[in-house]
């Protein structure tokens, strides 16, 4: 199974903050990697398919990048309504396999 | 606007079986992969498995933990799919989520709750 590592797991922040959080997998997954917004209560909501392509609806300040083993998910200026966690998803492997989270925190 | 909406959670004993449903609106359901999930209180996000299309042939994989307990079929003339659980165990105590996969994830349901506990 492919097993993908998030770190930072928690990230304390405040409004306006550049935040990145970062998603390693075990091999490589070419571009077939995607980022969730969860709230508590919620269902996942998604920001990010194809390793970079902004789901339509969500706002310009995510991005994500990346290829191979190595991505990464950035908000450019932090606001109240992005303190939830956040999960990187792989979908190039069966099984499909998910970080384990980064809740970011004030 | 796109909706899928679970249903036939609660609360079942162990060895038990239950049948979730997801009923989609707001799209052509038949072209469309669909995806179940789940999550454990307090715990991250498991694929559960998943149905394709006829036009891929309705192919259906599953994580190896629900392997030969769980099967997952779709009714494309009514919209709808389900998830048949056999012989439920504590550790399938989740929220269990539909989703339908177009690029990733694009849509889920609100998930519905499955308690195994005798």
């Known amino acids: 199974d492919i097993q993908l590592t998030q770190s930072p797991s928690f990230l304390s922040a405040s409004v306006g903050d550049r935040v990145t959080i970062t998603c390693r997998a075990s091999?490589?997954?070419?571009?077939?990697l995607a980022w969730y917004q969860q709230k508590p209560g919620k269902a996942p909501k998604l920001l990010i398919y194809?390793?970079?392509t902004l789901q339509s609806g969500i706002p310009s300040r995510f991005s994500g990048s990346g290829s191979g083993t190595e991505f990464t998910l950035t908000i450019s200026s932090l606001q109240s309504e992005d303190f939830a966690t956040y999960y990187c998803?792989?979908?190039?492997?069966?099984?499909?396999?998910f970080g384990g989270g980064t809740k970011v925190e004030i | 606007e796109v909706q899928l909406v679970e249903s036939g959670g609660g609360l079942v004993q162990p060895g038990r079986s239950l049948r979730l449903s997801c009923t989609a609106s707001?799209?052509?359901?038949?072209?469309?992969?669909m995806s179940w999930f789940r999550q454990a209180p307090g715990k991250g996000l498991e694929w559960v498995g998943l149905?394709?299309?006829?036009?891929?042939?309705?192919?259906?994989e599953y994580a190896a933990s629900v392997k030969g307990r769980f099967t997952i079929s779709r009714d494309d003339s009514n919209s709808i799919a389900h998830l048949q659980m056999n012989s439920l165990r504590d550790e399938d105590t989740a929220v269990y989520y539909c989703?339908?996969?177009?690029?990733?994830?694009?849509?889920w349901g609100q998930g519905t709750l499955v308690t195994v506990s005798s």
């Open positions: 194809a390793a970079s």
């Open positions: 707001g799209f052509t359901f038949g072209d469309y992969t």
């Open positions: 091999q490589g997954i070419s571009i077939y």
């Open positions: 989703t339908r996969e177009g690029g990733g994830l694009d849509y």
């Open positions: 149905i394709r299309s006829k036009t891929y042939g309705g192919k259906i």
């Open positions: 998803q792989q979908l190039n492997f069966y099984p499909l396999t």
